[in-house]
């Protein structure tokens, strides 16, 4: 592992475990063996380590999403995307807690550029069940609003999850997937309210 690896996983560490802003440069070099000052020899700032942590993370989101097939029926990439997203939580758990927890401290270019990213990996969901919806697998539904919903609850289980807990990848994934599917199909659209005008009296 080279010294700039070892630096950013222990930094992502320190951050899951602390916090970003109640860990200092000084922790982070002691944690990695070097002088303060000698840490600034591999890195450029206590930002720019917490953007490239972040950053990896949803490089790990977008890669297990890019990699389900893209033909696969609705419900088949869906359960994909579940636990390619459960598996990067239980694979990556510091470096996703810091994904979920740290990212609202980055500078603003550095917040723009990891939602761009974020926005990109939930159309993944959002496609994958509106072509549901369009071939009526599912009843008719906001389909943004449904994977906005998909992923508020399975990014969550980092929350929760211990890797010597009762539930591995697999078990955890299947239920997760089967709660998640349940819910679609059984989303019952409210019916539009007629207008009136005023104050609807």
């Known amino acids: 592992m080279s010294r700039r690896s070892e630096i950013l996983d222990r930094a992502g560490e ?5 916090g970003f802003h109640a860990t200092s440069m000084r922790d982070l070099a002691e944690a990695v063996g070097l002088q303060g000052g000698s840490l600034y020899a591999h890195i450029a700032s206590k930002e720019d380590l917490l953007f490239e942590i972040v950053n990896k993370a949803a490089d790990a989101f977008l890669r297990q999403a890019e990699s389900v097939p893209r033909d696969l029926a609705p419900e088949a990439r869906l359960r994909a995307l579940v636990r390619g997203h459960l598996e990067v ?3 990556e758990l510091p470096r996703a807690k810091v994904f979920f927890d740290e990212w609202r401290f980055l500078s603003e270019d550095y917040q723009r550029r990891i939602k761009e990213r974020r926005d990109a990996y939930e159309a993944y969901f959002r496609e994958t069940i509106a072509t549901g919806i369009a071939q009526g697998l599912f009843p008719p539904q906001d389909a943004r609003l449904a994977s906005l919903f998909v992923l508020s609850a399975l990014n969550w289980v980092y929350q929760w999850y211990h890797p010597n807990g009762p539930l591995g990848l697999e078990a955890l994934s ?7 599917l349940a819910a679609l199909r059984n989303v019952r659209p409210e019916p539009v309210a007629r207008s009136t005008g005023g104050n609807g009296r």
């Open 14 to 18: 320190l951050f899951s475990t602390r």
């Open 89 to 91: 939580i239980v694979h």
């Open 174 to 180: 299947e239920q997760y997937a089967n709660l998640i």
